[in-house]
């Protein structure tokens, strides 16, 4: 099964670009800036990840990033990530970028974005692997904040393809940021968010999402099963959910292998993400195979799986298609 889902083409839809940084390069970026590392080796630094909820992996994830600084930083970044994920045959993926960890400590949003940018042109020439981003707002800082990036993204709104909503999600429900959605949504940016899993009021968030935000997708939702309306909700709009089973291990009690089995079961549109792959130590293929494991997926499961991330990519229809008839001809093979 693991080679089944190594040849399979693959779609990656939620991965955060910061939460790919791994130990081998913190330490090439922190070298190349002049900053003193308190580790002394990649092990040390892999040794200091202890996370048990969302909270404390937060807090390391935004540490770590301080590293990243320059244009070609940020380019070196997204350009190991997309080698890493085209060698998985990962054929297309959307990738979140977080512009207000950087603007935040005072990295410019443009040096950013252009690093970000040049990778994926650079990846799709030269490796084959299609990209796009999603810019992400931080929903632990103020709405306003959050307006004023995407203000401030205007002017690249060609280079991102829609936004999403993430960080410490307790105390800062969807509606308040609905203005801000609003405004993006009237910009033409596609719309998502987090919905984390077992978080404080987690299905008065995804209804909120859905009835009030008017999303185009959720990033995880696996609470909405413990509402029917939801779950006809998500049903009726055909909504997408990208859950991250390893992530959901780290940070909750368990994969909720079984929450995404009961997805497929009823129809849903589910995807299997990595979310911060070099903090939960897993790529889109380890999620894969992790999920298997624990369901004795069929093959027929795995190609729904990724059937289900191509339909909701934010492609036009014929590449859409053109994938799905990759992924079919796959299957058939
Ligand atoms: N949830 C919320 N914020 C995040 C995540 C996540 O899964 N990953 C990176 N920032
Ligand atoms: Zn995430």
């Not at 380019?75 to 890493?84: I, N, Q, S, T, V």
């Not at 252009?114 to 490796?127: H, M, P, T, W």
Request: charged share 25%.
């Amino acid at each position: 099964m693991t080679d089944f889902i190594g040849g399979l083409p693959k779609c990656e839809l939620h991965l955060h670009i910061e939460g790919t940084l791994e130990p081998e390069l913190k330490f090439e970026l922190a070298g190349r800036n002049g900053i003193d590392l308190p580790y002394a080796s990649v092990e040390e630094i892999r040794a200091a990840y202890s996370f048990d909820d969302l909270p404390s992996f937060l807090k390391i994830y935004y540490e770590g990033m301080d590293v990243l600084r320059t244009e070609p930083d940020f380019y070196d970044l997204a350009m190991a990530y997309l080698r890493k994920a085209a060698s998985q045959n990962v054929r297309y993926a959307e990738i979140f970028f977080d512009p207000q960890a950087h603007t935040s400590r005072g990295v410019p949003f443009d040096l950013v974005i252009r690093g970000l940018r040049r990778a994926l042109i650079d990846a799709e020439n030269q490796l084959g692997i299609r990209a796009q981003l999603i810019m992400c707002f931080l929903r632990d800082f103020q709405a306003e904040y959050a307006m004023a990036t995407l203000l401030e993204s205007l002017p690249y709104r060609e280079w991102i393809v829609g936004v999403g909503l993430d960080s410490d999600e307790k105390g800062n429900p969807p509606v308040k940021f609905k203005a801000v959605y609003e405004r993006a949504r009237q910009e033409g940016y596609l719309l998502t968010m987090h919905c984390d899993v077992d978080q404080e009021n987690s299905t008065e968030h995804i209804r909120q999402a859905i009835e009030e935000i008017g999303v185009n997708r959720i990033d995880h939702g696996v609470n909405a099963l413990e509402d029917p309306s939801l779950v006809e909700a998500i049903r009726e709009k055909g909504l997408g959910l990208t859950v991250c089973p390893i992530s959901n291990g780290y940070v909750t009690d368990s994969m909720k292998a079984d929450a995404i089995r009961r997805m497929l079961d009823l129809g849903l549109r589910v995807t299997v993400n990595s979310d911060d792959p070099a903090y939960f130590t897993g790529y889109v293929q380890e999620n894969l195979v992790a999920l298997a494991d624990a369901l004795q997926l069929s093959r027929e499961d795995l190609v729904q799986l990724e059937r289900n991330a191509f339909e909701i990519t934010w492609l036009p229809r014929h590449l859409k298609d053109a994938y799905l008839a990759e992924l079919d001809a796959y299957a058939a093979g």
